[in-house]
């Protein structure tokens, strides 16, 4: 015996005998997992299998399990393998796990690199299809909740609307004025700085009136509101989950979606089109701004160029596609949020997800405006 397990393979007339010894436990998984696996390898053809387990020093329920492992996988064709030398501490050990179904215990597969990415990827496109279907149902249960409030305007929580409102949209104004701004100061620099190599300095308004109104503006502005209140709504709603608020408005006779997501969703969709507006007339001014003082465009002659430059379509097809974003940030949140289980982790995860799943298809979104719009001209 030794600090170390050892599985040797041992004369045993025609058949194989293997030998054990050593501390076979948990400390010395990856080591016995390694003989067990070599020694499976060696049963062929033969007449018995003997296994002596006499020399081992210390057996714990990992090691008997990996004994047992071990005697189920060379059992085959009718060859019995024998376990002799078992001392008395440790023979119900064995037992206890000997009866345990060989259906219980998955063995480990060793399978290749090849073969683990595409199980990720498939899992992958499981979780995305899970996902969409997810979002699907709230979207319906957000609308069937909508048809029951228009059929019943009383039922309608013009309070929670109006404090929602006020937390995504009034609130979102300073931050979401700065950081328009500063993006709009930041175009105008870059496109100063490379369209003066050709002398066409003038032509920074017609990049910066056309991304800010049609692409850049509605998108910024919609990312931030996801980090922002598509988070703070996934967060909310995982506390309550929690908390079991939610199944306390259930067992009350209240519907959750009617109670919580419906106030949350509305004001999303109402604030976004007037955030997006705000941000885009910031990042025009933050604009016009440098390219006065950096580029020597007289404020004059910004206004003038704006004007010839963009069209009233630029500004509806931002509009159209602000509360679209909202609706999908809306429902992104809203359904991580409820599928937050009872512990901080969850919560936590859930929250991270719906930040990052609302920006991701806040940009698929904008792809396929971007694709229809040109598609009809506009």
């Known amino acids: ?18 030998s054990a010894a050593g501390p076979w436990t948990a400390r010395f998984a990856p080591a016995l997992e390694r003989m067990v696996a070599d020694a499976e390898k060696l049963a062929g053809s033969r007449s018995g299998i003997f296994i002596d387990v006499s020399q081992i020093s210390g057996l714990d329920t990992f090691g008997a399990w990996l004994i047992e492992r071990l005697r189920r996988n060379l059992t085959q064709g009718g ?38 990415l595409l199980e990720d990827v498939g899992r992958n496109v499981v979780g995305f299809g ?15 909740a909508g048809g029951r409030v228009i059929r019943h305007p009383r039922s309608f929580r013009l309070t929670s609307t109006v404090h929602h409102l006020e937390q995504v949209c009034w609130r979102a104004v300073p931050i979401i004025v700065l950081i328009t701004f500063l993006i709009g100061c930041i175009i105008s620099q870059q496109g100063i700085f490379h369209f003066r190599k050709f002398g066409a300095d003038i032509f920074v308004v017609d990049m910066l009136g056309v991304l800010v109104l049609r692409e850049i503006g509605v998108l910024l502005v919609a990312i931030m509101v996801a980090g922002r209140s598509g988070s703070a709504y996934a967060a909310e709603l995982g ?28 004001a999303l969709v109402i604030a976004l089109p007037i955030l997006a507006f705000l941000g885009a007339i910031a990042a025009l001014y933050g604009g016009g701004l440098v390219t006065w003082l950096y580029g020597g465009v007289q404020p004059e002659a910004f206004l003038i160029r704006l004007r010839d430059a963009i069209s009233i379509d630029h500004f509806v097809v931002g509009m159209i596609k602000a509360p679209v974003m909202a609706a999908v940030i809306g429902i992104v949140a809203c359904v991580e949020g409820l599928a937050v289980q009872g512990s901080a982790e969850s919560l936590g995860r859930r929250t991270t997800s719906s930040v990052v799943k609302g920006i991701f298809f806040v940009i698929v979104m904008d792809g396929l405006f971007a694709i229809f719009f040109a598609s009809i001209g506009m």
């Open 1 to 18: 015996m030794g600090d170390s397990p050892t599985l040797q393979q041992i004369a045993r007339g025609d058949a194989l005998g293997l």
């Open 79 to 116: 060859i019995e393998a024998t376990i002799a030398g078992l001392s008395l501490n440790y023979s119900s050990l064995v037992d206890e796990v000997r009866r345990v179904p060989a259906s219980a215990v998955s063995p480990a597969v060793r399978q290749s690199a090849l073969t683990g």
């Open 130 to 144: 899970t996902t969409l279907t997810g979002l699907i149902g709230m979207l319906g249960a957000v609308l069937a």
């Open 239 to 266: 506390s309550m989950k929690m908390r079991e608020e939610i199944d306390a408005l259930r067992t009350m006779g209240f519907d959750p979606i009617e109670v919580l997501v419906l106030p949350r969703m509305l």
